[in-house]
């Protein structure tokens, strides 16, 4: 009787202890699962951490391409890695040009600094983020970001009537204006132009995914083929010279250039959308940072193309002379000094690279005499 209970009662124990231990069991793969989503969430968030600040290193940043920050326009990435890199070459970008491409292939940074420097006996460190098709209001766009970023010392804004005459719904602006990056440092928040404005990763996160599939056509510098030639001050120099630029188009001329113009042109108005975009930037002109306006030469040869001739190009000065005079912004005017040579042009209203290093020095030289004479304090800290 005695074994028997004994046996009844090692039994017992066994299964006592089995369900112990199954308890156990149960117990630790219930709390499991929630230790390994925290593990893995920590685990997210420092590889994320490590990627971002790979990202943001200039050894990953110089051999891929530069991103396009979500635009399709195939400058504007390319031009703000550039100045990106100057900033941080030079520890401080004292004056930015901004326009349209007549900016783009039409501002020497170097031959401005060189005129600056004849006048001021003193260093400046410029870039040109002229933009192809850009127009008032979206070069208005990107002034705010420049300046919020880079806090340049003068902004320079070159000017030429197409400027105004474009809907700020059209095509040319839209392709900035419509960026998600741009549209968000406007104001108008999105998920991916808050990503593209604080992440890296994110920013490269197409380069990456071609690197992973072996794909290194735009994505490596040295395996790449740019349809433009950037210097690294954002200068795009061309060497094409002109044969044509006071000859008016020939009749039934389909070329681009001319139908292009012929429609901006023909029946010349200012809008004011772009009018307010360009009062927008001369504002910064009271907030301590020195803004000038410059007309863009442009050759005789471009009046043909306006209705009234002369007259409504003149139009275009005297409105935008009025509104510089209300901001008291400084606006200098090319046109009546005639000084870039017939061989210093690619086509009827953009400079090639010698009458780029005629215009820019002649910039840089009256930005120093202005400096020198206490209208403008572009190089002081």
């Known amino acids: 009787m005695s074994s028997g209970l004994d046996l009844l009662t090692r039994q017992g124990l066994r299964l006592l202890l089995r369900g112990v231990r199954l308890k156990s069991a149960t117990l630790q793969i219930r709390t499991a699962p929630g230790k390994t ?60 040009m901004l326009g349209s491409s007549m900016v783009d292939t039409g501002f020497d940074p170097a031959a401005f600094e060189t005129g600056y420097k004849e006048m001021t006996g003193r260093d400046i460190h410029c870039f040109n983020f002229g933009i192809d098709a850009s127009t008032a209001a979206s070069t208005a766009a990107l002034a705010r970001i420049v300046i919020e970023d880079y806090h340049p010392r003068l902004l320079i804004i070159g000017t030429d009537p197409r400027d105004y005459a474009v809907p700020i719904n059209d095509p040319d602006p839209a392709v900035v204006l419509k960026t998600p990056w741009v549209a968000y ?21 197409q380069h990456l995914g071609r690197l992973a599939r072996f794909q290194f056509e735009d994505t ?9 030639e950037n210097l690294p001050n954002g200068f795009t120099p061309l060497s094409e010279i002109s044969t044509y630029i006071n000859d008016p188009p020939e009749p039934g001329d389909n070329s681009f250039e001319v139908t292009y113009y012929t429609r901006i042109y ?38 043909y193309f306006f209705g009234n001739r002369e007259s409504d190009y003149d139009r275009f000065l005297t409105r935008v002379g009025e509104l510089a005079s209300l901001h008291h912004v400084a606006f200098w005017r090319t046109e009546p000094l005639d000084f870039i040579p017939d061989n210093g042009w690619v086509d009827y209203s953009h400079l090639n690279k010698t009458g780029a290093e005629i215009f820019s020095t002649w910039l840089g030289q009256q930005v120093g005499e202005a400096e020198h004479q206490g209208n403008i304090k572009a190089n002081q800290p």
């Not at 406007?186 to 990503?195: A, K």
């Open 220 to 228: 490596l510098w040295s395996n790449t083929k740019l349809n433009f």
């Open 37 to 96: 989503v925290w593990l893995t969430v920590l685990l997210f968030l420092l590889l994320t951490a490590a990627a971002e600040w790979v990202a943001r290193s200039e050894s990953f940043q110089v051999p891929l391409t530069p991103p396009k920050m979500g635009s399709r326009h195939y400058q504007l990435g390319h031009k703000l890695a550039l100045l990106n890199v100057l900033a941080r070459k030079t520890g401080q970008v004292d004056c930015i």
């Open 266 to 303: 023909s029946s010349y108005h200012m809008l004011p959308e772009n009018l307010k975009s360009l009062e927008s930037i001369m504002k910064y002109n009271e907030t301590g940072i020195p803004v000038i306006l410059v007309e863009m030469p442009v050759s005789d040869g471009l009046y």
């Open 185 to 205: 440092r406007q104001g108008n928040f999105t998920l991916e132009g808050w990503l593209l404005d604080h992440s890296y990763l994110y920013r490269y996160r």
